[in-house]
Nanobody, 119 residues
């Protein structure tokens, strides 16, 4: 099983930026499609965006399009989420997730990192 660890969360003011990282263990990181999810208090976990195995394709939820950018560096076994123009509504625990191409479900999850945006 792949092990995922998020980092980079914190407290920022509205309009600010943060970059989250998701570090993966193992030598087969390139076999996994990756995604970011988030969960705010009292709400269901929400898809934020995803990236294909070699980074050729990305896709985002409408709520973050134009503000968030996902990238990956397979040589470093790391996926990133660059967040700009942050809004209080972006406050949530952010999780990275991984899946093999043989399934449409994300079966591997990190523990999450808290992002808090103050107004």
């Amino acid at each position: 099983q792949v092990q995922l660890v998020e980092s980079g969360g914190g407290l920022v003011q509205a309009g600010g930026s943060l970059r989250l990282s998701c570090a993966a263990s193992g030598r087969t990181f390139e076999n996994y499609a990756m995604a970011w999810f988030r969960q705010a208090p009292g709400k269901e976990r929400e898809f934020v965006g995803g990236i294909s195995r070699v980074g050729g394709s990305t896709f985002y939820a409408d709520s973050v399009k134009g503000r968030f950018t996902i990238s990956r560096d397979n040589a470093k076994n790391t996926m990133y989420l660059q967040m700009t123009s942050l809004e209080p509504e972006d406050t949530a625990v952010y999780y990275c997730a991984a899946r093999l191409r043989t399934t449409s479900t994300y079966d591997y999850w990190g523990q999450g990192t808290q992002v808090t945006v103050s107004s």
